[in-house]
């Protein structure tokens, strides 16, 4: 089970950092990405974080201001959003993968002034 945590109302400029807690297997050998969904759109990917080497991938709309992480120790992974602008505003969702793919539920950020 994936569960989801962190989102809200902020406004423009501003940061949340969003959690991803996993619960029923270990996440280690788990690649977790960060997945968003506007009304209306479709579901696009955010940001992704290897299970191996901790390498990451974002999206071209967050580069520079969203970082993923990921502390398996605490079976948790993170999105850090700096400078959220309006157009950040979706559910957001985490995924593991590792054969077989997990989500969660998802956590609503609304980024308005």
């Known amino acids: 089970q994936l569960v989801e945590s962190g989102g809200g109302l902020v406004q423009p400029g501003g940061s949340l950092r969003l959690s991803c807690t996993v619960s029923g297997f270990t996440m280690d050998f788990y690649a977790i990405g960060w997945f968003r969904q506007a009304p209306g759109k479709e579901r696009e990917r955010v940001s992704c974080?290897?299970?191996?080497?901790?390498?990451?991938t974002y999206g071209d709309s967050v580069k520079g201001r969203f970082t993923i992480s990921r502390d398996n120790a605490k079976n948790t992974a993170y999105l850090q959003m700096n400078s959220l602008k309006p157009e950040d505003t979706a559910v957001y969702y985490c995924?593991?993968?590792?054969?077989?793919?997990?989500w969660g539920q998802g956590t609503q950020v609304t980024v308005s002034s």
């Open positions: 974080i290897d299970t191996f080497d901790g390498s990451a």
């Open positions: 995924r593991a993968d590792f054969g077989t793919t997990y």
